[in-house]
């Protein structure tokens, strides 16, 4: 064997007796005291293997679990087993000891799986003699530097003796401040794998994390699951009370109790002490140190080849050996989550996320008697999710409890940092972590003006940022008072947010290839309780107000070209944001134009996002909030088109009575205007009324359209279309062709509805306008499926759907899902038409919108689906079915749901979709109803 498999050899052997060893003393350190851990161990497990699972039980009996007991005794020549604790055993004995030791057995499966492991590689190093060449080696004779943490008692001096081998000396402390932890330890099992994976490849691993997410609790459980690698000994090192960097390197040579001279170098003098042995070491709060604490640790590592270190910061150390592990909050109840319920034997509610089974520990042991109920369930999920999961804010609302009730609680918390005050902190922690605000005040302390400046401003963004609007935001002003020249903002800012992130304040996802920023709530609060005291808060206000206002304003500028489907995605996780602005209280001195410019782009946000309801809410405000002026014709065409979008989603949201409101308010101001100077046509205020008028003609239109008044609702529509001039935002022109076809539809002119959707789909694919066209398709499909042309009908409904998932059409996805369900009825298949009405009705109930939109026409195909499947199945079976939907995404019922029915492939679609009509004006006499055309001048007493 060359010199380096021998090494290897040694490491791997030495990793394994010590994993072993560990082994041994936490099942032994798990047991009930008093009593011989064979018997105990082995009742629990009879216990374990008769409850009914898909695991398969090990089967351990009483001389195999003491054999196991003995550590690195098993290793020795004579012994009569051969088999080691690996994964399953671990996970068997785990299982046992949960209820009893739950610390303990969430420990063990790593422990088994690093025996498992080390086992592997040692055959494949030496091949199957390398057992008989570990117990003739001298691994496994006790020396003074075999250092686990003290655990089991005299477990490996008892073991020893009873093998009648040399006793093996209780294993000694580490050195510095102990790990024991005496409060239950929850979660986190994924990232104590990470850490241990992380440690056994790189030499430095940093656990980075906003203050108050438990990097500190996790870092010495992972430092006590670790401990055995090291047989030179853990070295524990709290620099929180250390305010010099230049002193961490003595700090750290006094807490291995070596004691230097002036003279001398203190990390020399460490090296040279610990030469040539196995040590880790662990430096908790780095983050007011950085440089010291880099400087030290690449010294440190640079002349002790078999150090490793766990540290602990805010802000990683940025040095080459580095392994970053960023600990995130604990995990608290998806919103989606409802209502269900688990109940452990005695009864009580089991929570299901880790935030929660925290909380109600520290409630339980601060307030004996407290248990989740499924009257309180509710509660004790939204403490955890309004402060973030973060583990010390939620120990010290659970302190809060012996003055609180639950619900008391609930209600306070919004003012979390008063709540959560020094009175509710653990007297003997750190000054910093006896209350939620002193802990941000330690991170606002560490922050440059910048920093700060820039932390204020994105806790004015609800829901995130973009990283890119984020520059843009934080690089108008850097640090307040001063000049920067505008080349340089971007840079600066850039510069400024990565900090932020470095320094956990802000986090990062990956949106589409794009960067956005979030911060958790409690930093948010933080951020913007920091705003109020400021003197640059409105200044701050208004520039986040003006951002996303004019966002929103250049988005709908683009409804009607090729940007459209972008312009909806970009608008879409911005939603809170443009919620918190509108519903706000408009800051003094903002001019009505920016709210009413950005209200032209919320109507086809609103309707794509499934947001119907609310942005009619919204258009109700700023229509109240802001009347029609009348000084200028722009400031009344300005308003004119927010009136339109407040007219359209109170259709849709089914308030027929406020849009007509409305709509006679909005045409009552433009008949108001005076006549411009100079020919109608060519005038540009001249211009844009006549598009206006068209706009709002096209909505009486489409209101009459949903009553089925077809005379009425085509008169309008016809009325709009002679005008020639339309919007193009508002996509009048299109809307009024497809409202044409679909009052066609439904007086049963298959040949005119064809002619119009044809005109309508060329001038949409020309614009570039996919929302527009996913309609124009849900109609033909509905033709074709009205003269029992099924497959046609789908494979027009299956381009529809793919166009309503390229921009996120929630509310598209919903009526052809609908559409769907009858085609699917009618050709048989009620089991797949049957989960389609399941699964849709998810999207449609909290959408604000009633089904279809209100087109009762649309809402009969819906019925007769429903009648068909249930006599198809028979109600018993629908229900079951229908439920089974109702459980299921959307979108993992539909694809299933075309498969096997003749779908065209869409080819047949492409002449309508692409290059067929001039995508011009359409020629009117086309469109001419038969008999007089009813009257749709203003309505009387407008």
């Not at 605000?437 to 004015?460: H, K, P």
């Not at 009052?743 to 005119?752: E, L, P, Q, S």
């Not at 929302?771 to 009908?793: N, Q, V």
């Not at 018993?876 to 459980?887: K, L, P």
Request: proline share 5%; charged share 25%.
């Amino acid at each position: 064997m060359t010199t380096g498999e021998e090494d290897c050899f040694e490491s791997l052997a030495y990793g394994l007796v010590r994993a072993l060893d560990a082994w041994a003393v936490c099942v032994d350190g798990a047991v009930s005291k008093g009593r011989p851990a064979r018997k105990t161990l082995i009742r629990l497990l009879e216990q374990e293997r008769r409850i009914p699972g898909p695991v398969a039980r090990a089967a351990i009996d009483g001389p195999l679990l003491s054999y196991w007991l003995r550590g690195r005794g098993q290793l020795l020549p004579g012994t009569k087993h051969n088999r080691l604790p690996g994964v399953e055993d671990s996970a068997a004995v785990a299982r046992a000891l949960k209820a009893q030791a739950p610390g303990n057995a969430e420990r063990l499966p790593a422990i088994g799986r690093e025996i498992s492991d080390l086992a592997t590689r040692l055959q494949e190093t030496v091949g199957r003699g390398w057992r008989r060449r570990i117990g003739e080696s001298g691994f496994l004779q006790a020396d003074e530097t075999g250092a686990l943490p003290q655990q089991g008692g005299d477990l490996g001096r008892r073991d020893a003796q009873v093998d009648g081998a040399g006793q093996v000396p209780a294993p000694r402390s580490p050195v510095g401040h102990g790990i024991e932890q005496v409060t239950s330890f929850v979660g986190r099992t994924s990232e104590l794998a990470a850490g241990s994976a992380l440690l056994e490849r790189g030499r430095l691993v940093t656990l980075v994390g906003v203050g108050g997410v438990g990097k500190t609790r996790l870092a010495q459980r992972l430092t006590r699951d670790v401990a055995h690698r090291f047989e030179g000994g853990v070295c524990c090192v709290e620099l929180a009370g250390l305010h010099r960097g230049d002193c961490v390197a003595e700090t750290i040579t006094a807490a291995f109790g070596l004691q230097v001279s002036a003279e001398q170098d203190p990390l020399h003098e460490l090296a040279t002490a610990l030469r040539g042995r196995r040590v880790l070491l662990f430096l908790d709060n780095c983050e007011h140190l950085l440089d010291g604490c880099a400087r030290t640790v690449r010294m440190l590592l640079a002349l002790l080849p078999g150090l490793r270190v766990i540290a602990t910061s805010r802000q990683p150390l940025d040095i080459g050996e580095e392994h970053v592990l960023r600990v995130v909050p604990l995990d608290v109840p998806p919103v989606n989550a409802g209502s269900r319920r688990r109940k452990d034997a005695t009864g009580r509610i089991r929570p299901e996320s880790s935030a929660v089974v925290l909380f109600t520990d520290r409630a339980e042991a601060a307030c004996p008697g407290f248990q989740v109920t499924s009257t309180n369930q509710a509660a004790v999920v939204q403490v955890c999710r309004m402060l973030d999961g973060l583990p010390l804010a939620l120990e010290i609302a659970a302190r809060r409890l012996r003055t609180l009730t639950l619900e008391e609680l609930v209600q306070r918390i919004e003012h979390r940092f008063r709540l959560l005050g020094p009175g509710g902190g653990e007297r003997t922690a750190p000054p910093r972590h006896r209350a939620l605000r002193a802990l941000f005040d330690w991170s606002w302390d560490l922050c440059t003006d910048d920093e700060r400046a820039a932390w204020q401003q994105l806790s004015l963004c609800a829901g995130g940022v973009l990283l890119t609007d984020a520059e843009q935001l934080c690089g108008a002003t850097a640090t307040h008072g001063a000049r920067t020249p505008v080349g340089d903002r971007a840079v600066d800012a850039f510069a400024t947010l990565s900090a932020l992130v470095d320094k956990s304040l802000v986090g990062r996802v990956d949106v589409g290839g794009h960067t956005r920023l979030h911060m958790l709530e409690t930093v948010r609060a933080y951020g913007l309780e920091r705003l109020r005291e400021s003197d640059h808060g409105q200044h701050a206000v208004r520039r986040h107000r003006a951002y996303f206002l004019d966002l929103a304003a250049r988005a709908g500028a683009a409804y009607g070209s090729a940007e459209q489907a972008n312009w909806l995605r970009r608008l879409r996780p911005e939603h809170p944001n443009l919620r918190q602005i509108i519903t706000a209280v408009p800051p003094a001195g903002e001019p009505a134009e920016a709210v009413l410019r950005a209200a032209q782009g919320l109507w086809l946000h609103c309707l794509t996002s499934g947001k119907v309801g609310e942005g009619a809410h919204w258009m109700q405000m700023i229509i109240d909030r802001h009347p029609c002026p009348s000084l200028s014709p722009g400031a009344v065409f300005s308003w004119c088109r927010a009136a339109w979008v407040a007219g359209f989603l109170l259709l849709m949201h089914g308030d027929r009575d406020n849009a007509d409101r409305v709509i006679d308010m909005a045409d009552q101001r433009l008949a108001d205007l005076p006549a411009s100077p100079g020919a109608p046509d060519v005038t540009a205020d001249e211009g844009e009324r006549v598009e206006l008028a068209a706009a709002f003609l096209q909505l009486r239109g489409l209101a009459a359209l949903m009553e089925q008044d077809i005379p009425q609702a085509s008169a309008y529509t016809l009325s709009s279309l002679t005008s020639g001039r339309w919007s193009t935002m508002l996509l009048t022109q299109p809307q009024c062709l497809a409202q044409l076809a679909l009052a066609a539809v439904m007086r049963g002119d298959r040949v005119r509805a064809l002619s119009l959707l044809e005109e309508a789909l060329a001038i949409s694919a020309t614009r570039g306008d996919t929302w527009h066209r996913c309609y124009l398709l849900w109609i033909l499909a509905i033709l074709h499926g009205e003269a029992g042309e099924i497959p046609r009908a789908l494979g027009h409904l299956r381009c529809a759907l793919r166009l309503a998932r390229d921009i996120e059409e929630r509310m598209g996805e919903a009526v052809l899902s609908d559409t769907l369900a009858w085609l699917l009825a009618s050709r048989g298949d009620a089991r797949s038409a049957a989960l389609v009405l399941g699964a849709v009705d998810r999207v449609w109930k909290p959408s604000g919108v009633p089904r279809h939109f209100g087109f009762a026409h649309m809402a009969a195909h819906r019925r007769r689906a429903e009648e068909q499947v249930r006599q198809t199945l028979g109600e018993t079976a629908y229900r079951h079915v229908y439920r089974e939907g109702q459980r299921l995404a959307l979108r993992d019922v539909l694809e299933p749901a075309f498969a096997g029915h003749g779908v065209l492939d869409g080819h047949h679609i492409q002449r309508a979709d692409v290059g067929i009509g001039s995508g011009q004006a359409p020629r009117l006499h086309r469109y001419e109803l038969p008999g007089p055309r009813p009257d749709v001048g203003r309505p009387s007493g407008s």
